[in-house]
């Protein structure tokens, strides 16, 4: 009976977008996400001509994300909205001097974070305390390096002046609202000779200077408009607030079409194995399976337009990278 009642809130969710409906969104939706890519990354996935699945294929958005960021050349390290911390595990399997930070409002993301960075250790066991912005050390079993698992919001972040050299948000900041207050957290915390600021977000790409093109963009994007779970930021507005915020933006990769169109083809082509294994892991009733695939229909439908709406080059996924002027 509760999952019946979060699938009728979902739309709200996703409409709303406030801090706290992003949450549920994600609570809602993650066990389907994960089911379905068997994995514990939630990114869209970076996909070259070599890439089998999602899950590879987020492992390569992840991988690109740290060579980006130069994390070769790093220490402190700050992931802001973090997921399950699979991103922070695995660049400290490749940067094994990394001693990161991974920040996340999501305290059940955070819980199931515990226990990944633990590997094997119960995660219901590990964060008995709610208190926001707790910090707790874990040991990765890869390293000696401690990863730092972080309860608190992108707007107000927890940490000293000038105390890290990359703040890195993967796919992530098109949630934060106002996206001003990250920016500016972060140009406090960074180190000024050396520090980064390295975006990965999701972007429209054409310019809302009236209410009638606002309505007509998002005529173009369709139901696009209504599910996709963000806060549809301008590139240029993005750009602006970091120009703003006393950053110098060194460099922006476009890589939209290695992201969105090759996404929805994988989703379409493995359409019905996707499907199975969510359905045949579920303990569910008739009705739960009713709703699923209703839910499922309209992701199936916003994966299609996703596509064409990267084709006419209405959206876009881009990589900042941003210094301290």
């Known amino acids: 009976m509760v999952e019946i009642k979060k699938s009728f809130q979902t739309p709200l969710w996703i409409l709303r977008r406030n801090e706290s409906d992003i949450i549920n969104c994600y609570n809602f939706m993650t066990p389907y996400i994960l089911r379905a890519t068997g994995g514990t990354m939630l990114n869209f996935g970076y996909w070259n001509g070599k890439t089998a699945n999602l899950g590879q294929a987020q492992n390569e958005l992840c991988m690109l994300v740290g060579k980006f960021a130069q994390l070769h050349s790093a220490r402190k390290v700050l992931d802001v909205g973090s997921g399950f ?121 054409m310019v809302k ?53 090759p996404l929805a083809d994988y989703y379409a082509q493995n359409r019905k194995t996707i499907k199975s294994i969510i359905l045949k892991e579920r303990t569910s009733t008739y009705l739960q399976n009713i709703l699923y695939n209703v839910i499922e229909r309209v992701v199936f439908n916003s994966a299609v337009k996703m596509k064409e709406a990267s084709q006419k080059g209405f959206i876009d996924y881009v990589l900042i990278k941003a210094k301290l002027a």
Request: glycine residues 4%.
């Open 85 to 205: 911390s699979a991103p922070a595990i695995y660049w400290k399997s490749v940067y094994s001097t990394l001693d990161i930070t991974c920040l996340n409002v999501n305290f059940l993301q955070l819980k199931t974070a515990a226990g990944l960075v633990r590997r094997g250790e119960d995660s219901n066991n590990i964060m008995k305390s709610k208190k926001t912005h707790q910090a707790l050390s874990f040991i990765n079993h890869n390293t000696a390096t401690d990863v730092w698992l972080l309860n608190g919001t992108a707007k107000i972040l927890p940490l000293t002046d000038e105390c890290m050299d990359r703040v890195i948000a993967l796919e992530s900041a098109q949630h934060f609202k106002p996206l001003i207050q990250f920016i500016e957290e972060s140009s406090r915390i960074l180190r000024h000779d050396d520090g980064l600021l390295v975006v990965a977000i999701p972007v429209i790409t």
């Open 209 to 261: 200077s009236s209410l009638s093109s606002k309505i007509h963009d998002f005529m173009r994007l369709g139901i696009l408009s209504l599910t996709w779970a963000s806060e549809h930021y301008e590139l240029e507005f993005v750009k602006s607030l970091i120009s703003r915020s006393g950053f110098d933006i060194i460099n922006i990769e476009h890589i939209g079409s290695h992201v969105y169109e």
